[in-house]
């Protein structure tokens, strides 16, 4: 008999998406991203972090103050997106843990992403999360919440337990 407490493809993705996150560098909000096709192939992931060649080191990572990370930092929307070697992303749809902002929304749907699986949406009453709601509304672009069974996936790395 098969094992009955297996993760849903939307847990296993929204995982990816997270574990992706565990990449980043900044020090406030660490968002991955993890981009699906047809027969829930994964075509690419990304993180947020500093574009190719920029010194996570020299450059900065505070949130406010004239010289901030929004200036540089290079959302985990766009870094999955650029990520994917040019592969066709029509039709895919995209997981990541902060519902897009209205910049990775524009790529999203440039990109031809049909989807959005998002676990929140915290940011849903500024500016830039109602223009992104509205593109993506306008383009045709799914916007799915998720409600997942489990709270947590534990990943034990230790392998005297694999």
Known sequence: ??????????????????????????????????????????????????????SDDEFPWAREGEDNKYLYVC????????????????????????FPCNNCAKAIIQSGIREVCYLS???ADTVEMRASRRMLSAAGVVQRALTLAHDEILLDLRKENV
Request: glycine share 12%; with cysteine.
């Open 75 to 98: 959302h985990a929307e766009l870094n999955a997106i650029l990520n994917s070697g040019g592969r066709d992303l029509r039709g895919s749809r995209i997981y990541v843990a902060l």
């Open 1 to 54: 008999m098969k094992r009955q407490d297996y993760i849903s493809w939307d847990e296993y993705f929204m995982g990816l998406a997270l574990l992706s996150g565990r990449r980043s560098k900044d020090p406030s909000t660490q968002v991955g991203a993890c981009i699906v096709g047809e027969n829930n192939r994964i075509m690419s992931v990304g993180y947020n972090g500093m574009p190719a060649g920029c």
């Open 121 to 123: 949406d915290k940011y």
